[in-house]
């Protein structure tokens, strides 16, 4: 039997399905193996091409796999899809993913680090996090307004409700109604106290680490911005422009041209929603006190703000804010020290 040049791997919990294909892409495997019997199993064949789609658990296998000799490349899921044929099932699904790994023009995601991944669940959890303190604060204010109790929006404003809350002797709240709302703000802290801590960890980690401390010199990059993109932009290079890299965070004008004639609508939203929601709010630090800064691309935004609504300003600059960040990442520099 001829040796296995290129396997695709249907990665799952407990089932994964694997389709190989030697050098003459002559089908020569199709066999499904358990979690336990897979680094087993790549451990016995000899060196080849690995591909799987970049999903929850694909990089933990990377390494592992890449541990043994072999070559793994990790594709998104939306690329691979097109080589589906006819009905999904796991088969055809690993089948997709053997053709799509050996295709020329494939787009592979780097392979991340134990360490770059930690850092990326520090920032989902505290996503997650803020998300829950928000449902809780809403909740607050929303029960209060029953009541005729209103304070302004956000964490600083609750706490004028929380103060009513807690004090048994404000006769404007109803002691039946102190009693369902008292355990919200209990819980309230104790997600605060959370994000806190997170933030601190992050912070920590960003001050360790030397990239992100000079992605932090670009204007509207503080630590937490600095350090996601620090851990979740793997390899700069695979981006030949800053362009690309903006584009992939989805900042660049959706297109929809044909004919010779070139149509530009909204941004795409494609990419990491994160880092872009991250660089859209650094932008609109930017803007804010943009009146206090001689930083040329501050005033090239507010320039920018005088002829167009505020947040395509902030997009166009959260666009300027990731090239800027490419070109650091890829020549080594600090803003402001070297010229972009």
Known sequence: MSELATVGIDLAKNVFQIHGVDS????????????????PFFSRIPRCLIGMEACASAHHWARSLQELGHDVRLMPAVYVKPYVKRQKNDAADAEAICEAVSRPTMRFVPIKSEQQQAVIMLHRAREHLIRQRTMIVNAIRAHAAELGLV????????????????????????????????????????????????????????????LSKRLESV????????????????????????????????????QNSSGGKNRLGSITKQGDPYLRRLLVLGAHSVLRFRKKSTVQTTQWAAGLLERKPYMVAAVALANKMA??????????????????
């Open 323 to 340: 090239r800027i960040v490419w070109a650091l990442m890829v020549h080594g520099s600090t803003f402001g020290v070297q010229r972009i």
């Open 151 to 210: 304070s302004r929006q956000g964490v600083v404003g609750s706490m004028q409700l929380v103060e009513v809350i807690e004090c048994e002797e404000d006769a404007s709240l109803p002691t039946v109604a102190r009693m369902a709302l008292l355990p919200l703000v209990r819980q309230m802290k104790a997600v605060h106290n959370e994000i806190i801590g997170l933030e601190k960890s992050i912070h920590a980690w960003h001050k360790q680490n030397e």
């Open 24 to 39: 003459q892409e002559r089908v020569i495997l199709r066999r499904k193996l358990s979690r336990s019997d897979v680094l």
């Open 219 to 254: 204007p509207g990059i503080g630590p937490i911005i600095a350090s996601a993109l620090s851990a979740t932009i793997t390899d700069p290079r695979v981006f030949k422009s800053g362009r690309e890299l903006a584009a992939w965070i989805g900042l660049v004008p959706r």
